[in-house]
C-alpha cells in the first residue's frame, strides 16, 4: 500500500484569524479517510489547501512524494478529482456532456473530445449504474442520480484519489446507503483512494463494518482532535468534546448475525 497523499504539519491563516494548526495525516492507495468536524472546524480549509487553492503558510503537503506546489493545474486534475456537495448548472447539457467535463483535464478546455474519452466516460457512467441517463438533461435528475453523475464525472478523470465534500448530503436513506455502498466497491475493484468530508460519524464505522482500509479524522477549532481508526476515534467522548453532544456507541447484529457499531444521539451538552 503506498501512500498517495501526505499532509505534514500544515498550518493555513486567513488575514487575523488561524484557521489550521500543525494539520498532519495521510492518505493510501486504495482506502478511504473520512474527515470529521463541526461547522466551521476548518475541514474546507483543508481541502482547499489539499487542492492548491490555498498555500499552507507552514508545513507541506505531497501527492505522490511531490510538493502540491509543484503541479500544474491540469497534471493536478488527472491526480485529484473532486466530488463537490453542491452542483447547479443551468445549462441544459446532457449526463454525457457533464461526465465528459471530467476529462478536461487531457483534453483542455477547448479540445475536442475524443473516441477514447467518449469511451472513458460511459464506462464510468456504468460503474455507477448511471449509463442509461447519458443522454437525460443533467438538471432532470434527482438528488440522488445527481450524485451518481458526479462520481461518474470524477471517475472520468482517472485520478488516483477523489476528494468528496459531504457526499450523502440532501439523500434520503436508500439513496445514502447506495452511495456508501458505491465507495466500497470502487475502492475493492479499482483501488481508488477517497478522502470523505461528512458530517456523520457512522460513515467511518459503516465502513470499517465492511472490512475497508478506513482511517477516521476528527477536527476542531482547527486542531487534529482525533486520528486513526474509526473504532477508536469515533467514540462517545471525542464526540463529547468535539461536537458538543451526548451519545452513547452500541454494538448491533443484523439478522445474519454481522457486527457494526451504530451512533445514537441524545442531547446537546449545555454551558
Given at each position: ?71 500544474k493545474r491540469h497534471m493536478l486534475a488527472r491526480n485529484i478529482a473532486y466530488v463537490p456537495q453542491i452542483h447547479d448548472i443551468t445549462f441544459p447539457y446532457t449526463v454525457k456532456e457533464v461526465v465528459m467535463m471530467g476529462r478536461t483535464a487531457y483534453t483542455g478546455i477547448f479540445g475536442e473530445p475524443s473516441a477514447e474519452d467518449e469511451q472513458i466516460c460511459m464506462e464510468a ?147
Open positions: 500500500m503506498s501512500e498517495l497523499l501526505g499532509v505534514e504539519k500544515v498550518s493555513f491563516s486567513y488575514p487575523g484569524k488561524d484557521v489550521l494548526k500543525d494539520i498532519s495525516l495521510t492518505l493510501n492507495t486504495g482506502e478511504i479517510l473520512c474527515l470529521m468536524g463541526p461547522n466551521g472546524c476548518g475541514k474546507t480549509t483543508l481541502i482547499d489547501n489539499i487542492m492548491a487553492i490555498h498555500r499552507p503558510q507552514a508545513g507541506r503537503i505531497l501527492l505522490l512524494g511531490r510538493p502540491i506546489s509543484e503541479y457512467l456504468r460503474k455507477v449504474g448511471a449509463a442509461q441517463f447519458a443522454g437525460k438533461p443533467y438538471s432532470r435528475l434527482s438528488g440522488g442520480e445527481v450524485k451518481m453523475v458526479l462520481l461518474a464525472r470524477a471517475l472520468g478523470q482517472r485520478a488516483p484519489m477523489i476528494i468528496m465534500d459531504e457526499p450523502t448530503a440532501h439523500l434520503d436513506f436508500k439513496n445514502e446507503l447506495k452511495f456508501l455502498e458505491m465507495i466500497v466497491e470502487l475502492c475493492r475493484k479499482e483501488e481508488i483512494a477517497i478522502l470523505m468530508v461528512t458530517h456523520a460519524p457512522a460513515h467511518a464505522l459503516y465502513f470499517e463494518s465492511k472490512g475497508m482500509k478506513i482511517k477516521a479524522a476528527m477536527m476542531h477549532n482547527g486542531v487534529m482532535a482525533a486520528y486513526g481508526a474509526p473504532c477508536e476515534v469515533v467514540t462517545q467522548e471525542n464526540i463529547a468534546r468535539v461536537y458538543g453532544v451526548k451519545a452513547r456507541i452500541d454494538v448491533i447484529r443484523d439478522e445474519e448475525g454481522r457486527e457494526m457499531k451504530a451512533v445514537t444521539l441524545f442531547e446537546t451538552i449545555k454551558g
